[in-house]
Structure formats: C-alpha cells, structure tokens
C-alpha cells in the first residue's frame, strides 16, 4: 500500500500562515488522531489540533477525498500560524502517526501515477513554481492548462490514422480493402511533418523564454564591456581597471529586461595573449558569443575592427563606448548606439533596443511552444522517424509501420504516454518538496 506523505507547501521560516499537505489512505485517520475527524470535503474548518493531549494550533483543516484532489488520493492541508515552533509541532505529530517527509516532486508525481495530469503538465507545475517574469509564467500556465499536451496530442492522432492505414494494408492485402490504401497515409503525414517541423522553428522560443535569452558582451581589451556590463546590472558585479585583459572568466548576471529573463555574459577582450589565464578566458568568450542569442560588440573609439568582427552576426548590435571622450563612427554594416557609463549617455536607448528586440525574438511564438530540450529531442525523434516512413511509404508500405512506430512512441514519450520509467526521475528530481 502506498505510504501517507506529507511536507510544508508554504516557504519556511516565519510567516502569517504555513500550509502543510497531506497524501494519502491514512489522511483521515491522522486527521482524527489530531482531534480534527472528518471535516467536510473542501471546506475549511477551525480545528484546534493536538496530539497526545499536546497543543499543535488552531488551525484551519481542509480535507480533499479521493479522487478529487490535486494527487488522485485522499490530501488534506492543515493552514497553520507560520511559526518554526508550529511547524515543527505539527510535523513531528505527523511522523509520530507514521507519516512519511514527502520527496521532492512527489504530490505531483502522485497525480501523474494518478492519471490528474500527463508529464508536460506536470513539467508546468516546476515551471510555474519557477518563474520569475510574466512571460514565463504565462507560458508555464498554458502548458498546465494541457494546451502544449494537445499539441503533442494532435500530432499523435495523425500519426495514428496514417498507421492505421498502412497496416490496413499490411493485414488484409487481398481483401475489401482498397487498393493503395496505404498511398493514402501520405498526404497526412506530410502534414504532419509540416506540424513538427513547425514546433521545432518555435522550440527555440520557448526554450529562451523559459531560461532565458542569451546576451554577449564581446570586444577587445578595454573597450568598455565591463563598466557596461555593471551598468546593466546596476551593481559593480565586474572589475574595472585601465589595465587590459582585467576580465578573464565569463561574468554572467540574470536579468528581467521588458517582462523576459535574459542571461547577459561579460567575457574577456578578444586579443591573442601568452598567457594561459587570458587565453582560457578568450576562448571562453568566443564559445559564449557563439552560443548566444544576441552579441553586443562593443568597441571604444579608436578600436579596430579587431578580433571581435568574425564573431558579430547580422542582427548584433554595435555598441560604441566612450561618448564623453571622443564619439566613434557609426558603421555601415551594422546598428549601433552611442554610449558612456561615464554620463549615462545612451544607457537608456540601449535597454529599450534590447526590450525591443526581445519582443521581437520572443513574443508572437505559438504558445505554448516547446519548452524544454527533453520535448525539442522526443520531437527531432518523431519528425525523423516519421520522415523515413515518408519515404518507405512510396517504395514499401510495408516497411513504414515500424518507422510510424517509433515516432508514435517518441512523441508519447513527452506526455507520458507509454515507457516513461525512465524518464520520470529526470523530470521529478527538480522539483520543490511539497509539489
Ligand atoms: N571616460 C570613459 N571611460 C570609460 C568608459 N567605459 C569604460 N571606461 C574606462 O575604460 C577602461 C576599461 O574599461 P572596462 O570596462 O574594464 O573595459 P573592458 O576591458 O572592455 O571590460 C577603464 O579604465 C574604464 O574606467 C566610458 O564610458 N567613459
Ligand atoms: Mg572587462
């Protein structure tokens, strides 16, 4: 029989009120054993708890039968005064009555096993948790929502129905069924392959959205990029000297710029140097600016194109430094915007360039996109198995089945559908206690 959970819902430390949750078959009888028996099903009742003729509180109990409660078991929640000594009463009461401390994730883990959610919705609840900017939260809510489950859903569906009719095919070929049958699963698997390959385009999206959009200061030594990196911060997070090749590791702050997180990278002055430090940090920076989103050259008047250019992609912003000393020339090839840390000059302009072009990058995506690598690899999966079936389809009916398989199990694979033991501690072991 599965063991009664329970844990603190609500942060710890002082508080006005601290939840903590209870799953399964041995609620009642530990709501009893408190002096709380039978409290009617979801509505708060003030109960003074004790145990032992010991005080824990008064409390308000709220009890959720089964099966309707967010695992699919029998929960409670105990509203307590948020005090550590409440807290610690009412928890030690609790593993006096042989309940269990829950792991991490598991309430949520018990509504999965439950049927109450599927493993994207489940992912949302973490993600939920997590969010710190509107847009994730925003993105977090349609997946729990099941709108990202329906996606995968109606992929599923299709893929299904082009299955059925090529083993229609397969397994009665000489009777009633008409001729190319199977012929006829193409059409719907070249939409279906349209649909992944558009959920794919917008995986990236979501997958910034939820994590953050990468930005990279690159430039040569001295140039400026550590004073603008503090400036964006608004803390002295990077050390600033005249004396070139300061910064070695790659300084990376979290930020919210126009309601999106954004990871912004300092990195070492691109330059050719003997010594193993620097050159470790220069190789460094390039591997940032590589992988990121967006790259803000920065170059102080008088820099050359130097190192930096081969890194800067069309889109990247030039950031001219230095505006109180001299003003550099705008380029050709490239946007750019004046600035100083010295003045505040531009810091402004900046900040809205870069709002800007995270709404640009990141709004507008499908929601809810894919959003997380595990999803983007089971959907690479799916589009590459359903693509060879394509193919087999026109020489082979026969041969595509094994192939629409694999992609109906890929694609499974994201909800939870089937064969998912070993994906489940990959996905739980994040989460809070309590969720
Ligand atoms: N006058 C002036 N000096 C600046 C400005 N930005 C940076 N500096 C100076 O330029 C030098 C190098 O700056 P730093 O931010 O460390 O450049 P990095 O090597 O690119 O990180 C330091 O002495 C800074 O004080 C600016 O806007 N105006
Ligand atoms: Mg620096």
């Known amino acids: 029989m599965t063991d009664t959970i329970f844990a603190l819902a609500t942060p710890p430390g002082r508080g006005a009120i601290a939840i903590i949750r209870l799953s399964g078959p041995r609620t009642d009888e530990?709501?009893?054993?408190?002096?709380?028996?039978?409290?009617?099903?979801?509505?708060?009742?003030?109960?003074?708890?004790?145990?032992?003729?010991?005080?824990?509180?008064?409390?308000?109990v709220l009890r959720f039968p089964a099966p309707n409660s967010y695992t699919g078991e029998d929960c409670a929640e105990l509203h307590l005064h948020g005090g550590r000594a409440v807290v610690?009463?009412?928890?030690?009461?609790?593993?006096?009555?042989?309940?269990r401390p829950a792991d991490p994730g598991e309430f949520t883990r018990r509504a999965f096993e439950n049927g109450r959610m599927d493993l994207a919705q489940a992912e949302?609840?973490?993600?939920?948790?997590?969010a710190e900017t509107t847009a994730q939260a925003a993105q977090a809510l349609g997946q729990l929502d099941g709108a990202l489950s329906e996606t995968y859903a109606g992929f599923r569906r299709a893929l299904l129905k082009a299955l059925a009719l090529v083993e229609a095919e397969i397994d009665f070929p000489d009777e009633e069924v008409p001729d190319n049958l199977?012929?006829?699963?193409?059409p719907v698997l070249d939409g279906l392959i349209a649909d992944l390959k558009a959920a794919l385009a917008d995986a990236g999206r979501g997958e910034r959205v939820r994590e953050g959009y990468r930005i990279v200061l690159i430039g040569e030594t001295n140039a400026g990029k550590s004073s603008l990196f503090n400036a964006l911060v608004a803390r002295e997070a990077a050390i600033v000297t005249p004396i070139a090749g300061t910064t070695r590791d790659v300084l990376d702050a979290d930020l919210i710029i126009g309601g999106y997180a954004v990871t912004l990278s300092d990195t070492a002055g691109l330059r050719d140097s003997d010594d193993v430090v620097e050159a470790e940090g220069v190789r460094r920076a390039r591997a940032r600016a590589e992988q990121a989103e967006l790259r803000l050259w920065v170059r102080a008047p008088g820099d050359g194109e130097g190192a930096a250019a081969p890194f800067v992609r069309p889109g990247d912003l030039l950031v001219l430094t230095k505006a109180d000393i001299d003003r550099s020339a705008p380029s050709a090839d490239h946007e750019s915007i004046v600035v100083s840390t010295a003045t505040g000059e531009g810091l402004a302009a900046l900040h809205d360039w870069i709002a800007a072009r995270l709404a640009r990058d990141l709004s507008g995506a499908d929601f809810p996109a894919v959003t997380r690598e595990r999803?983007?690899?089971?959907?690479?999966?799916?589009?590459?198995?359903?693509?060879?079936?394509?193919?087999?389809?026109?020489?082979?009916?026969?041969?595509?089945g094994d192939d629409l398989r694999r992609a109906a199990?890929?694609?499974?694979?994201?909800?939870?559908?089937?064969g998912v033991e070993d994906i489940l501690g990959e996905v739980f072991s994040t989460f809070c206690i309590g969720k």
């Open 375 to 400: 999803h983007r690899r089971r959907l690479e999966e799916a589009l590459a198995a359903v693509e060879t079936g394509r193919r087999a389809l026109d020489i082979a009916p026969e041969m595509a």
């Open 88 to 99: 610690e009463a009412a928890s030690g009461a609790l593993i006096a009555l042989g309940l």
């Open 409 to 418: 199990e890929a694609l499974a694979r994201v909800t939870g559908a089937i």
């Open 182 to 186: 199977a012929r006829t699963a193409g």
């Open 124 to 130: 949302a609840v973490a993600d939920l948790i997590d």
């Open 30 to 60: 530990a709501l009893a054993a408190l002096g709380a028996p039978g409290p009617k099903p979801r509505m708060a009742s003030l109960r003074t708890l004790a145990l032992e003729g010991r005080q824990i509180d008064q409390a308000l």
